[in-house]
């Protein structure tokens, strides 16, 4: 079958191998425990008494690979459980090499009916894919 361009698949560019992720995934428990100590150092400066029992559907937005940025950006939500037994849902955004001194990956996590100062701005659009 020839290509409606006309052009052969010799023709076509080449980018290299698929690179992997160097991040880990959205659902991974490192991950989970470091959304729910973000969102525990959150619940304390916005008053709320109640912490994260855990996160479930949990799916990933977005993945930003070699964009503006050469640092892999992934998005992520999910539904976690509260202590008083509320579900909220809750944005994250891993980034690579934003750990301490730049060794690993770090997570900013938002709630966004507890941000009331909109640190991560209107409905966390911070840790949201654009």
């Not at 100590?37 to 008494?49: I, K, N, P, V």
């Not at 990933?60 to 539904?79: D, F, K, Q, V």
Request: glycine share 10%; net charge positive; charged share 15%.
């Amino acid at each position: 079958m020839v290509p409606l361009s006309g052009a052969r698949a010799a023709d076509a560019p080449y980018y290299g191998p698929a690179q992997s992720s160097r991040l880990p995934a959205c659902e991974a428990a490192s991950v989970q425990a470091a959304v729910g100590g973000s969102l525990a150092r959150e619940a304390h400066y916005s008053g709320t008494l109640h912490t994260v029992m855990g996160l479930e559907n949990i799916r990933e937005l977005a993945n930003h690979t070699n964009g503006i940025s050469p640092l892999e950006r992934r998005y992520c939500t999910g539904l976690a459980r509260l202590t008083d037994g509320s579900q909220h849902t809750v944005y994250y955004k891993l980034v690579e090499h934003a750990g301490f001194v730049g060794l690993s990956w770090n997570v900013e996590a938002c709630f966004a009916p507890f941000d009331k100062w909109r640190v991560y701005g209107a409905s966390c659009s911070t840790v949201r894919p654009r």
